[in-house]
T-cell receptor, first 113, second 114 residues
Framework: GDSVTQMEGPVTLSEEAFLTINCTYT??????LFWYVQYPGEGLQLLLK?????DKGSNKGFEATYRKETTSFHLEKGSVQVSDSAVYFC????????????FGQGTILTVHP | NAGVTQTPKFQVLKTGQSMTLQCAQD?????MSWYRQDPGMGLRLIHY???????DQGEVPNGYNVSRSTTEDFPLRLLSAAPSQTSVYFC?????????????FGEGSRLTVL
């Protein structure tokens, strides 16, 4: 079945540092890939998505590129802010599981001033 | 613009009690689903529906029941609550049952079973 693996967390950075959160996936076919963000005490919000190989999703300074050859969708941001502190989830949809959104385990990001 | 609305936001139950978590969406989405979020485990699918009158099980369906009598509503019932069901529950919906579109999430319902 489908699966998503995220880098181990938590991640702690200083403001303006570079961020990478690794995400790899296993799925048949051509799934869509997503990054969701969960701020403290809130629900999940879509951060960015990519629906086919080599697509780059971007939003709020975050970027991720759909790499089919390495089955990866790593999240990057050049300069993080304290307000980026949240839990980040990588997810896929449209692989072998009918309509299901398959999540990674989540990565907690804390940014210090 | 309500989106996906869940109630209640917080609930405390005793072991053996039953309750219903409500979920409603106003986007005319065909696909609706329930997830539970537990520390270190991401989100796991409990049940889902691809349209009114059609439901199916996800990864962790035991102890939960669902129905879909209308496009808008997808309640989740806990039949006899157990401490293992202490979790945060999220309802999510999507226009297409198959994708590639994203799911829209409610704000969550935090359930504690004593």
């Amino acid at each position: 079945g489908d699966s998503v693996t995220q880098m181990e967390g938590p991640v702690t950075l200083s403001e303006e540092a570079f961020l990478t959160i690794n995400c790899t996936y296993t799925a048949t076919g051509y799934p869509s890939l997503f990054w969701y963000v969960q701020y403290p005490g809130e629900g999940l919000q879509l951060l960015l998505k990519a629906t086919k190989a080599d697509d780059k999703g971007s939003n709020k300074g975050f970027e991720a590129t759909y790499r089919k050859e390495t089955t990866s969708f790593h999240l990057e941001k050049g300069s993080v802010q304290v307000s980026d502190s949240a839990v980040y989830f990588c997810a896929l949809r449209g692989g072998t599981s009918y309509g299901k959104l398959t999540f990674g385990q989540g990565t907690i990001l804390t940014v210090h001033p | 613009n309500a989106g996906v609305t869940q109630t209640p936001k917080f609930q405390v139950l005793k072991t053996g009690q039953s309750m219903t978590l409500q979920c409603a969406q106003d986007m005319n989405h065909e696909y609706m689903s329930w997830y539970r979020q537990d520390p270190g485990m991401g989100l796991r699918l409990i049940h889902y529906s691809v349209g009114a009158g059609i439901t199916d099980q996800g990864e962790v369906p035991n102890g939960y029941n669902v129905s879909r009598s209308t496009t808008e509503d997808f309640p989740l019932r806990l039949l006899s609550a157990a401490p293992s069901q202490t979790s945060v529950y999220f309802c999510a919906s999507s226009y297409s049952p198959l994708g590639p579109g994203e799911l829209f999430f409610g704000e969550g319902s935090r359930l504690t079973v004593l």
